[in-house]
């Protein structure tokens, strides 16, 4: 490692040319509002001792490090760690950043949290953090995604969230940001908008990276006490990055293999995938310079994953960034080898994975035999299984 990884963003959120700030006029004094805001709590002692309270009794951390002995027999090379942020609070590790921000936003004085969602996952984490707060919350989310997640709109309104509809352009994601990006600009004296991942225009890249970071600090501990020693391989799966840069980011400047890996969905060649590195190219999309997938004509393309959490056009700057420094390797996971990495999990260590993280699990099973048994790979377990239990049985045709 000829450069040091933490050197960028520089100030005005820039990693090597990815990122940025590509907004319109009007979103610029909330963004430097936020920006501010989260550069003074950061280092504010009363922030962080309640974030860490909050982190200890209410999410449940530090979740624990699980040496799964099973599965590293199965694959037959290296020992396998899973660090369990399916144990976290509303099952996986989205919830890290939805306190950290709800909290940062009660700081500020504002009185409003939105946020957009797509498969639901982090407008229930949004939901419930703004409940934790009492701060009112409005969730976004297109039409479509509204109808296939039915579950997870009854559980935001549960949580006390108003969840509002976007019935226009595909009804999906990209919509609702859209959506989300407009109510924060007309609403930003009370409003803070909570982004799910490390996206978006700065500061949310950097900010959403040290609020997931702690999943790092606590592994690098958990694992000096149980080996003795650093782990020589990382795995974790990459939609946004939020989940894989969290746990990364500790050990970056160690010499440690890192692997990324992103959603192949039916495989590159059906362009039915959202492998950004294997199929995209460079783009602005949301407020930020990165890879994206999209046409020549520079029209964002529809992505397909069996994982709600990796299906998403771009992702996280700071990957990109790694990407070309080659401290982060990126690869990818098909729709069919997540399954069976899912069904193997659940039968061989009890443990049934989020279609999302079971795309770690893949590529660690690939990873394992080809390094000795006394080196040790540790995968990011970024969610519980429960979710998608119903949508794993209807792929294998089975009637529940
Ligand atoms: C949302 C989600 C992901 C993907 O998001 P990242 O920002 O890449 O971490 C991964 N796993 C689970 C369980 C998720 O809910």
Known sequence: MNKNPKKLPDSKGHFNGYGGRFVPETLMPALIELEKAYKQYRRDKNFLEELSILQKTYIGRPTPLYFARRLTEHAGGAKIYLKREDLCHTGAHKINNAIAQSLLAKKMGKTRLIAETGAGQHGVA??????????????????EDMQRQSLNVFRMRLLGAKVTEVPVGS?????????SLRDWTTNVRNTHYVLGTVFGPHPYPVMVRDFQSTIGKETRQQILKAEGRLPD???ACVGGGSNSIGLFYEFLTHPIRMIGVEAGGHGIGTGEHAARFAGGSLGVFQGCKSYLLQDDDGNVLGTHSVSA???????????CYMRDLKRIEYTYATDEEALQAFELLSKIEGIIPALESAHAVAEAVKVAPTMPRDSIIIINLSGRGDKDVQEVARIKGINL
């Open 171 to 179: 009804r999906t994601l990209k919509d609702a940001i859209n959506e």
């Open 309 to 319: 959490g990796l299906d998403y056009a771009s992702v996280g700057p700071e990957h």
């Open 233 to 235: 391989c990382l795995i």
């Open 126 to 143: 949004a939901a419930t953090g703004a409940a934790l707060t009492g701060l009112e919350c409005e969730i976004y989310m297109g039409s």
